[in-house]
């Protein structure tokens, strides 16, 4: 390889690492406590051949449907235990090599041919990556390991498309080529049923880039690949183990019908083009909260206006088509098309960010920048100065994720109406040793859930209980156990992964004390 595009992954692999390290001296939050501190079969060897032979998709496992997925926690299971700075390391380590995959494919798209007809300025790539790396909206799937599952989905997808583009330049139909770009879309949708997108991600790219290249390829790439997708989410329900002891409810459309989903999106999809343009208000908890300064009516109006300056922009660069297939295809299926378990989140922008950088780097190269070198340095100079912002506030976003107090506090100052946010912080603050501030939250929790939750009363139990208040704590218990019988059986909780050990623990000491 060139040794200057060695130094240029040299200086993008840097940069995120330098941005990234503070994660690693964070603790594990949010679904990492319990899958990876409370669920043994991370930890048990015996589930290798389970999850690299895919039987567990008829196992009721956490992420039984994300197979590969699973395998990459065990693998830091095997060399870290339950220590969280290697499943830190690892989750950094691969969005730098996503930061790497997005470069590659921006310097093939741009490769391509520009507007002006000239080569592309090598540093638009490079800003563009480093859009992508310090985006503040990464900050979820890279600081939380059981996100992890978009980092792969998007690696496998990205790398499709790279196999796919070095076949550009190849001759005959170079079926092995062809074959590894099928198979990266099955890693890809057993990372994550997002991964879907992967083959329709290559079809995209061979549509407007394949002038001149044999069909049969990417009859194999992107046909392979659908193929293969296609069976492998066949199997994923059909085989869904059920009843299940894990997943006890099923999730919902928001406002629980489609038609009321198909209402609500528009607003989530201008959520997220404002989290993407202005990252100023990321949440680990959406909810109608968040989109409440939104209405339908002025969605739809700049979701149009969207359209039209897609419309035109592609008109003048067909590059374009594929910088929005790979912003708009990864975000169908989180579209609450179907039921899903979070209708919005900040890990569901990973991918399409990927798609954003590319689009950006189109704009870079425009001809109307290029034109005249004093307005190419300019914008580019600005662009420089916008990824500097963004990494500064990616750096205070992680910061969010450093601990389960930062990051319930955040998630509940930003979303006052999150039920997650109030009973996640009233436990956080109960963990601190703040107990009376953890009784105010868990009462807060239970007004939120208009008192019908016994997971809530548990939660002011505990709290109540802390601050030695046991009496009160007694009474907030017997309502707990009068909405949800389970909650008398703690270790039945914990291994349906609705609750953890200490919690557990906990419960067993309240109802101990009574008759």
């Keep these: 390889m060139d040794p200057s595009l060695l130094r240029t992954a040299a200086v993008l692999v840097g940069v995120t690492l330098a941005v990234f390290s503070a994660t690693l001296s964070a603790g594990l939050v949010y679904d990492a406590r319990l899958q990876i501190l409370t ?169 407007v880039f394949r002038r001149g290249v044999t069909s049969r390829f990417w009859t194999i790439a992107a046909g392979g690949g659908l193929a293969l997708v296609t069976a492998f989410l066949a199997a994923r329900f059909l085989l869904e183990p059920s009843p299940s002891r894990i997943f006890e409810s099923r999730p919902e459309y928001p406002g629980g019908t489609l038609l009321e989903a198909l ?132 750096v205070v976003r992680q910061r969010v994720w450093h601990s389960q107090l930062s990051l319930w506090s955040d998630t509940f100052a930003r979303n006052p109406g999150s039920f997650n946010g109030a009973n996640g912080l009233s436990a956080a603050l109960r963990e601190a040793g703040r107990g009376d501030e953890a009784v105010e939250m868990a009462r807060r929790a239970v007004s939120l859930s208009a008192g019908t939750r016994g997971d809530a009363w548990m939660t002011l139990a505990l709290a109540l209980d802390a601050a030695g208040r046991t009496s009160e704590a007694d009474d907030a218990a017997t309502k707990a156990l009068e909405l949800d019988s389970r909650l008398a059986d703690p270790d039945g909780r914990v291994a349906a992964l609705a609750m953890e050990r200490d919690e557990a623990e906990a419960v067993k000491r309240i109802l101990g004390r009574r008759p």
């Excluded at 690299?52 to 830091?76: K, Q, T």
């Excluded at 099955?186 to 997108?197: D, H, N, P, Q, T």
């Excluded at 190419?376 to 916008?386: D, E, I, K």
Aim: with cysteine; proline share 6%; charged share 15%.
């Design 39 to 207: 669920d043994p079969f991370l930890h048990d060897p015996g589930n290798w051949l389970n999850v690299l032979s895919f039987r567990v998709l008829g196992m009721d496992v956490l992420d039984f449907n994300r197979p590969v997925h699973l395998a990459s926690l065990m693998l830091d299971a095997a060399f870290w235990g339950t220590n969280p700075f290697g499943y830190h390391l690892t989750s950094i380590l691969l969005h730098a090599a996503n930061v790497l995959l997005v470069w590659f494919v921006i310097r093939e798209v741009l490769g391509r041919g520009t507007a002006s007809g000239r080569a592309a300025d090598p540093l638009v790539p490079v800003v563009s990556a480093l859009f992508f790396a310090v985006h503040p909206v990464v900050a979820e799937a890279v600081c939380e390991p059981t996100f992890r599952e978009d980092l792969l989905a998007a690696a496998f997808t990205l790398g499709a498309v790279v196999l796919a583009a070095r076949h550009i330049a190849a001759a005959g139909d170079d079926l092995r080529r062809a074959a590894g770009c099928a198979g990266l879309c099955l890693l890809a949708v057993a990372s994550k049923e997002s991964g879907i997108a992967a083959p329709f991600v290559v079809a995209a790219y061979g549509r």
């Design 263 to 394: 209402k609500i999106e528009p607003r989530i999809l201008v959520l997220y083009a404002q989290l993407v343009a202005w990252p100023i208000n990321l949440c680990a908890d959406y909810g109608g909260y968040s989109i409440r300064n939104l209405p339908l009516w002025a969605s739809l109006a700049i979701l149009t206006v969207l359209g039209i300056a897609a419309g035109l922009a592609v008109r003048r660069d067909s590059r374009i088509v594929f910088a929005l297939a790979l912003t708009l295809l990864p975000l169908l299926p989180v579209s609450n098309l179907v039921p899903i378990y979070r209708a919005a989140a900040d890990r569901y922008l990973y991918l399409p960010l990927a798609g954003v950088a590319c689009l950006l780097a189109c704009l870079l190269d425009a001809a109307w920048v290029r034109a005249r070198e004093p307005r190419r340095r300019t914008v580019m100079m600005l662009a420089v100065v916008a990824v500097a912002a963004l990494a500064w506030g990616c």
